[in-house]
């Protein structure tokens, strides 16, 4: 799981023009749900969430007080782009999980958050929505947060991009063969037909 953490004077949800959740001083979560998480992953976010030091103490020290020691606000909001490869410079988005599964797990993770806070400091976006996130980031304090399940460091990604690819090469590629088969075939199957093989190959072959 990915978490996008920002610490926020302000941050609202509006859906098809209708504002339908904000906060005021706290922090907006971005939730990047994965196809390989578990109720791990769940708790290790949760914990990590409401006790990040991301605030001051009341003698204006920084990094001294979570989100839960100054009883402030969490806006949590769905996005599943954070569970992406790039392949090239395209967004590839099957490491996310599918939605019919995710937006229970989504639910789950709000549900403990508020069970672990106060429920009525929870706020959340509309799951699958398309929404406006509206956040006023302060400092700018930005935290990226990645549960110990999930790919770590840049190797690893890189990896998981490369693996995408050679998926990519191989379907690739059994298309390109099976045009060449059905060719085959039919000059096989008539024999006179050689003459227009050329024609056909070409357009058995994908662009």
Known sequence: MKAVIQRVTKASVTVGGEQISSIGRGLCV????SAEDTQKDIDYMVRKILNLRLFEDENGRSWSRSVMDTELEVL?????????????????FHSAMPAELSQTFYNNIVEQMRTAYNPELIKDGKFGAYMQVHIQNDGPVTIHLESPSGPTDAKQLSKLEKQQQRKEKTRSKGSSESGREKVALRCKADPNAS????????????P
Do not use: M
């Open 30 to 33: 971005l939730l990047g749900i």
């Open 195 to 206: 003459s227009g093989a050329e024609g056909d190959v070409s357009s058995e072959r994908e």
């Open 76 to 92: 949590c909001v769905s996005q599943f782009t954070l569970q992406h490869i790039l392949k090239g410079n395209k967004p590839d």
